[in-house]
């Protein structure tokens, strides 16, 4: 019988990986699906050996689904689908992260990095309907697989560009090294990054617009309101060709809305995507905007309230949805069952789902990546709901690439997403290493881009003082 120590990372593509990995990892009992609801988990591996698979696991999603002649992450898988550009700015910062912990080489990290760099310098920018990839250097939220241009009628979007460029900066800062590679890495980072027309995007100033059409033009709303575009302005300000103004922090934050909720007062968003995004690239640990100086508190903190809340909501359970307890929780932007009503209770498919003071749209549906993406917010809560959703469901909620989307205890018949969401395991997998190395965060406080939004936009302390 083979080894851990023999277990090729290829072994990771078949299905049978994850079984043979619980046996030598130490899992000790693979669970029965039908466990009972009470079923703890007994056994299972402590936190250093579960976060171990978990990320290597999560890191294949991007590595093998990356490897095509775009170097492109699709949105979903095993279901087909259309390239995210957003989740292939969350397979950028994995490979740095695969490249520190092993599971590839830098030279290997490297090469992926300019594939998928190379393209999108030189992919087609123009207001072209159907033969583009992006125009005034954003790009379409969504690309075709083989051809790497826009997806039916996609928008150009403003906060999937950000996410595209928070995984490329994370590269220009990684690979530094002055090799002809890297060299070119920083430079392809520099050119995609000074081209993007932040300007042109603000159709209503100071705010900018969350996208456009080439077919009906600028889309109507703004990015307001506490939500994941804190990245996106701190990125607008810091841009030495197309900034915005600091008068747009100054808006954007004057959306917020500060209530209590569960206890816990914070800026609220429902959704617990929107308080982990920007978080990822961004310690945001003892620095402080003016906003934040007012209320006593950092963004890492309103994001702990925010977590905690969604959770103490999901305790609280009023809606009375099967499964909710203190360690399965969780409620954001996920798959969900179907666009129905059973019984009198409404299911959603795919739906932003989220508890707070200002909004509550809950289903029944939990996702991992809620709990996975808070891990450095609240790390014990987050690896007990975690192992736990693991130990009692077992390949229903987990497989070779890691967690799938979610489930919902409460749908007829019990509903488990079998597909993979690259914008939902890009959190798990890069959170999970803030939480336990601080990687990405400490390459980013020394990126030149991130350092000089985080200043434009009044932020002070902490380690912005270094």
Not at 33 to 55: C, H, M
Not at 96 to 123: I, N, P
Not at 211 to 231: C, V
Request: with cysteine.
């Amino acid at each position: 019988m083979m080894s851990v120590a023999g277990l090729s990372y290829r072994l990771y593509h078949a299905q049978a990986r994850f079984y043979l990995f619980c046996l030598f990892a130490g899992l000790l009992i693979l669970p029965s699906v039908d466990q009972p609801l009470n079923a703890q988990p007994r056994g299972i591996a402590n936190s250093k050996r579960f976060l171990d698979s978990l990320q290597r696991d999560t890191f294949h999603y991007f590595w093998e689904l990356g490897d095509n002649p775009h170097g492109l992450i699709p949105d979903r898988y095993p279901t087909p689908s259309f390239a995210s550009i957003a989740a292939t700015g969350f397979g950028l910062t994995a490979y740095v992260l695969g490249a520190e912990r092993g599971y590839v080489s830098r030279q290997q990290a490297a090469e992926r990095t300019l594939k998928t760099l190379r393209f999108f310098h030189q992919a087609p920018q123009s207001a072209d309907e159907k033969n583009a990839t992006g125009y005034r250097g954003f790009f379409y939220h969504f690309l075709d697989m083989k051809t790497g241009k826009r997806y039916k009628q996609v928008e150009l979007s403003t906060i999937d560009t950000a996410l595209l460029l928070a995984g490329m900066l994370s590269s220009q800062s990684y690979f530094t090294r002055n090799t002809a590679a890297e060299k070119e890495i920083r430079m392809l980072v520099d050119r995609i990054y000074r081209r993007v027309d932040w300007e042109w995007m603000q159709v209503r100033k100071p705010l900018v617009s969350m996208g456009w059409h080439p077919e009906t033009g600028f889309i109507g709303s703004d990015w307001k309101g506490y939500n994941e575009a804190m990245l996106l302005y701190v990125l607008a300000l810091a841009s030495a060709t197309h900034s915005v103004g600091p008068e747009a922090w100054t808006a954007w934050t004057s959306t917020y809305d500060w209530k209590e909720f569960q206890g816990y007062a914070h800026v609220n968003f429902d959704p617990l995507f929107g308080h982990q995004y920007s978080h990822i690239w961004i310690d945001f640990r003892s620095i402080k905007d003016a906003y934040m100086r007012q209320r006593g508190i950092d963004y890492f903190e309103n994001s702990r309230r925010a977590t905690l809340a969604n959770r103490a909501y999901c305790i609280a359970n009023p809606k009375g949805f099967k499964g909710y307890e203190a360690d399965l929780w969780g409620l954001t932007a996920c798959d969900g069952p179907k666009d129905t009503t059973v019984h009198g209770k409404v299911f959603f498919s795919y739906r932003a789902r989220g508890a707070a003071a200002t909004q509550i749209v809950d289903d029944g549906t939990i996702a991992p990546t809620a709990a996975g993406g808070s891990m450095p917010f609240t790390p014990e809560e987050s690896l007990r709901a975690l192992q736990l959703m693991k130990y009692r469901y077992g390949p229903k909620i987990y497989g070779p690439y890691g967690f799938k989307d979610a489930f919902n205890l409460t749908y007829p018949g019990a509903w488990f997403d079998p597909d993979y969401l690259g914008i939902d395991s890009g959190p798990i997998l890069l959170m999970a290493e803030n939480y336990r190395t601080n990687l990405i965060w400490n390459l980013m406080m020394h990126n030149p881009t991130i350092r000089r939004g985080l200043l434009r936009a009044g932020f002070r302390g902490g380690w912005l003082r270094k």
